[in-house]
């Protein structure tokens, strides 16, 4: 069943958004009168295609389709999910509620990506107040999973399918319990951002310092533990109560201006964009996008593999793209993109994630014939004996490959793979693997035969992979 969102207003935030629907199998329609629309959100698109999908293991889903609309009312008419991204006027949002409220389908949700708004404001004078919530992103939307869902008078009907569409394309709803001015995220943002207008205009750092003391220190900290469980562990053996009673006479301190607002003059805005156009002024901001996303996978990737913070919560998301191998001759094991901390120093990526790639197929054909988790725990498992890679084209950050596997002897406790990778834009293959294993007693940690469910799995697959011995010896 076709899936729609229609995106109301497509600056970086609305681009974002669509990239992030089109990308998980949603139909987007779009709406803005910007006669440079398509071409501004084509390129966010662009991005993110290249980026978002190096943070799954699992094949993306089909990508759907994106559309522009000059008309309001058939841009939002039987979408399943309005995201209004105007500009932060009252007056503005206002009208477009109206219009948008006059051709939306009663059951659909109208998310606002409003930062400041709260979500009585929005709903004031409206047609149905209950069918609007504030949906809050960060930027890039189709990367950063926090997404602040503050429902004010929402119907809890409403509030239900908004938290169930927003974890079904991968974000996080923070649910806001009560309204308050730019929600919880930005009203830290902002205390931060009146601190370093401060500390710049003093004179006592520049911008390029202020943001190294960010990113080489706690903002690290802050990416998988937060603030709070950050100062539990300052707090040493002791946790959080030594901590407060340690650094908590500190508050009173005269270490910040947060209570005092410096004076928004031409000379601080001058001082503030001298300094950030020597920082960084050399790159282009599309070259700096490319920067900050391919860090940003790296870290949640990293995140990713320790089963922590945003990169659990991505964890979790790839097991629910994942499909079932079926009974094809040959089986396609993997199918994925290259993220980019696969790569080495020529561009490509390194030998020993092609072991990883093939070590992924074979995991996946075991949990295919039974060998999976529960197998495992329940103390048995194959271990690879020998491993026969051959390296034959270079392969790139972003490019989308697959793996077929075909099982070219099973029998008993003896398990042989052959798998091909190739590259997903024209089957060319990149490299290929001729990988020996051995089912063993996790107990004993000596070789055994298979339980009896999954000898039979492995012996019906290597009947029907039977005759395609010279791909391998080829």
């Known amino acids: 069943m076709t899936k729609i969102a229609t995106i109301v207003g497509g600056g970086v935030i609305g681009g974002g958004w669509a990239a992030r ?26 991005g993110a295609a290249r980026a978002l999908p190096m943070l799954y293991e ?21 979408a399943d999910y309005i995201q209004e991204s105007v500009p932060e006027r009252l007056d503005l949002k206002h009208k477009v509620i109206r219009e948008i409220q006059a051709h939306a389908s009663e059951g659909a949700v109208l998310g606002s990506s409003t930062s400041g708004f709260k979500p009585s404001e929005l709903q004031e004078g409206a047609m149905r107040p209950g069918q609007i919530v504030v949906a809050h992103p960060f930027n890039p939307v189709y990367l950063l999973p926090l997404v602040e869902l503050v429902p004010g008078g929402a119907d809890e009907a409403t509030v ?40 710049v205009k003093d004179g006592i750092a520049t911008t390029e310092e202020i943001d190294n003391a960010i990113r080489y220190g706690f903002g690290l900290r802050w990416a998988q533990m937060g603030l709070f469980e950050t100062y539990r562990v300052a707090g040493g053996e002791a946790g959080m109560r030594h901590f407060m009673a340690q650094f908590g006479p500190c508050l009173s301190w005269p270490w910040t201006k947060l209570m005092d607002v410096p004076e928004f003059t031409e000379d601080l805005i001058d001082l503030i964009a001298d300094q950030s156009d020597a920082q960084s002024g050399k790159y282009s901001i599309r070259e700096l996008e490319r920067q900050r996303d391919d860090n940003l996978v790296a870290i949640l990737r990293a995140l990713k593999g320790r089963e922590a913070a945003a990169g659990k919560l991505i964890l979790e998301h ?42 992924d197929a074979s995991e996946e054909l075991m949990t295919h014939v039974g060998a999976d988790r529960a197998y495992i725990e329940a103390g048995h498992s194959y271990f690879t004996a020998e491993n026969n890679i051959k390296y034959l084209a270079e392969t ?28 997903s834009s024209d089957n060319a293959m ?14 004993t940690r000596r070789s055994c035969p298979p339980q009896p469910h999954v000898l039979k799995a492995v012996e019906r697959l290597a009947a029907a992979h039977a005759g395609q011995e010279e791909m391998a010896d080829g």
Not at 332 to 341: E, F, M, Y
Not at 404 to 422: A, C, F, N, S, Y
Not at 434 to 441: E, K, R
């Open 160 to 199: 239900v399918r908004a938290r169930t569409i927003l974890t079904e394309i991968g974000m996080f709803p923070l649910h806001v319990r009560a309204e308050i001015d730019a929600h919880i995220a930005d009203r830290f943002l902002e205390a931060v951002w009146r601190e370093a207008l401060w500390l």
């Open 58 to 78: 699992a094949p993306m889903p089909k990508r759907g389709t994106i559309t522009f609309h000059a008309d309001l009312g058939e841009a939002v008419s039987g």
């Open 430 to 443: 990149l490299s290929t693997c001729n990988q020996f294993l051995l089912h063993v007693s996790l107990d």
């Open 396 to 423: 790139l950050a972003g490019e989308e490959f697959y793996v077929e596997t075909r099982v070219m002897q099973g029998e008993g406790k003896k398990l042989r793979l052959w798998h091909e990778m190739k590259r």
């Open 21 to 46: 629907f089109a990308l998980m199998g949603w139909d987007v329609r779009i709406f803005d009168p910007d006669p440079e629309a398509e071409r501004k959100i084509a390129e966010v698109v662009a």
């Open 318 to 359: 790839d097991a629910t793209l994942r499909c079932a191998l079926g009974d094809g001759v040959p089986l396609v094991t993997v199918r994925r993109t290259v993220p980019v901390d696969w790569t080495d120093v020529n561009g490509h990526m390194n030998e020993g994630r092609y072991g990883q790639v093939f070590s």
